[in-house]
């Protein structure tokens, strides 16, 4: 299991499953430009456009698929 944690935000990669948490913030964290709710998990996959506070990045995964 790998743990990212971001002002926040916690992107976490386990048994190639990728999810992303809010965790109570002021700036929101959005998957695909839809505001995820506090404290609430998502999964998250190739090409998912990713946007906390004023950063936004694309997710890209080895030999990953859009889905």
């Known amino acids: ?16 499953i990728y999810t992303l948490r809010d965790f109570p913030s002021l700036t929101g964290t959005f998957l695909c430009s839809v505001l995820v709710g506090k404290k609430e998990q998502v999964r998250v996959g190739e090409g998912a456009i990713v946007t906390i506070g ?11 698929e859009e889905e």
Not at 54 to 64: E, K, Q, R, S, Y
């Open 1 to 16: 299991e790998i743990r990212l944690s971001l002002v926040g935000s916690e992107m976490c990669i386990r048994d190639s």
């Open 54 to 64: 004023a950063t936004t990045f694309i997710l890209h995964v080895p030999g990953g």
